[in-house]
């Protein structure tokens, strides 16, 4: 709560986002469930702390104001029922926190916050999609609507996405085979729709995933992404384990694993202030005043895995560690597929990287020649005897 309140500080200094930054709606929906947390938290040195409520009333307002005529917002995308899916969890995080509370000085202000939910839960669910991730955020959203205002049209259109089936391969990665998206989208997703709907079976892909990240986990807590297909492609993203924690806690308490809980503890000593640092719903006082369960002892710590070799086939990729050294080869990017370099895709022609403590090489890859055909990208990883072989086959033609 204390760097909740740091947040909530700020704020009140300036409580909405800039506007035209194209995340000022995500922007202003965590900040008001921020500002929610606080007001309603005994917990909080803002609790019932009347300078709090002209923030919130403006932050509705603006809710409000800014929605399109379907109930849907700008943000990132245009007309956007997954991006609005977002702002709606924070909404009703927001919305849950007042209601629990009850204080009559913001009976107005929950009225006013049920017709924007309402709202934009409609339209988020007549709505589609841009990337599979975005199904099991809708879902989540609309979960988070249910609790509030029960409806079955609500849970029959989260059976309709979950009909699809949840993506998640035999090497424990989503279709998009990224660890930022993983970690701010999926497992969080299905963890809510785990909870809110008492369906426990949607815990064992976030099992396995967080099982799968453990093999792709540096010293310092960064995250391999080269086998990415989403935007932590990008030169200079990083992704790191913190964004994971609240999945990894649940876990660690629903199945008294002590790995997970040896990875919760390593983020609540070093990294607690960067879980903050989020727009997302996932932050994690947000998760913790929905989920009381949270707040359990965590079981005795084992070990994380500090040595090992770990071939995910699927990615086509290799991780060898031996403690303070790890190396990484990849030859699964999708270029070698015929589907292109279009957004979406992997298309990383790093094939190596390597560290030892700090020193870190970051990307090695291949050319034939200066003037040739671009970089070398393999046509999958091939390993036998300890040795791991990369190629590529490549033919021309002349007129």
């Known amino acids: 709560m204390t760097i909740n309140d740091t947040q909530v500080e700020a704020a009140l200094e300036r409580p909405l986002a800039a506007r035209g930054s194209g995340m000022e709606n995500r922007a202003n929906g965590a900040r008001l469930s921020a500002l929610a947390a606080s007001y309603t938290s005994a917990l909080s040195r803002f609790h019932h702390d009347a300078r709090l409520l002209p923030a919130l009333q403006g932050l ?64 988020v669910r007549t709505g589609g999609i841009h990337t599979p991730n975005h199904r099991w955020h809708v879902c989540a959203a ?60 949607l815990l064992e892909p976030v099992r396995r995933s967080l099982e799968a990240q453990l093999y792709l986990l540096e010293t310092d807590g960064e995250l391999e992404t080269v086998a990415s297909r989403r935007q932590d492609q990008r030169a200079g993203a990083r992704v790191y384990i913190w964004a994971h924690y609240v999945p ?43 989920f009381a369960e949270l707040a359990r002892e965590l079981p005795e710590t084992r070990a994380l895995p500090e040595t090992y070799t770990r071939v995910f086939p699927g990615m086509a990729l290799a991780r060898v560690r031996r403690g303070a050294m790890s190396a990484t080869i990849y030859g699964g990017s999708d270029a070698s597929t015929g589907l292109g370099l279009g957004s979406g895709l992997a298309t990383n022609p790093t094939f190596f990287k390597f560290r030892k403590g700090a020193a870190v090489l970051e990307s090695v890859r291949m050319t034939p020649a200066f003037f040739s055909t671009g970089f070398f990208y393999s046509d999958g990883l091939h390993v036998a005897d300890g040795r791991y072989q990369l190629q590529q086959i490549l033919t021309s033609s002349r007129p």
């Open 248 to 290: 990894y806690r649940l876990l660690a308490l629903r199945d008294g694993n002590g790995v997970f809980a040896a990875v919760t503890r390593w983020i609540e000593r070093d990294f607690l202030a960067n879980t903050m640092v989020t727009r997302s719903p996932n932050a994690p006082l947000a998760q913790w005043l929905d």
């Open 142 to 201: 609309l979960a988070h609507v249910h609790r509030l205002y029960p409806d079955a049209k609500w849970v029959a259109r989260i059976d309709d996405w979950l009909g699809e089936g949840i993506d998640l391969d035999a090497d424990g990665q989503y279709a998009e085979r990224s660890p930022h998206y993983t970690a701010e989208v999926v497992n969080p997703a299905l963890v809510t729709l785990a909870l809110l709907l008492d369906r426990p079976a």
């Open 60 to 123: 509705v307002e603006a809710m409000q104001k800014n929605q399109l005529p379907d109930g849907l917002y700008d943000s990132g995308n245009l007309d956007s029922p997954p991006d609005s899916a977002f702002i709606l969890e924070t909404l009703c995080q927001a919305q849950r926190q007042l209601v629990d509370d009850a204080s009559p000085v913001t009976t107005d202000l929950r009225a006013r916050l049920r017709t924007v939910i309402l709202n934009t839960a409609e339209g």
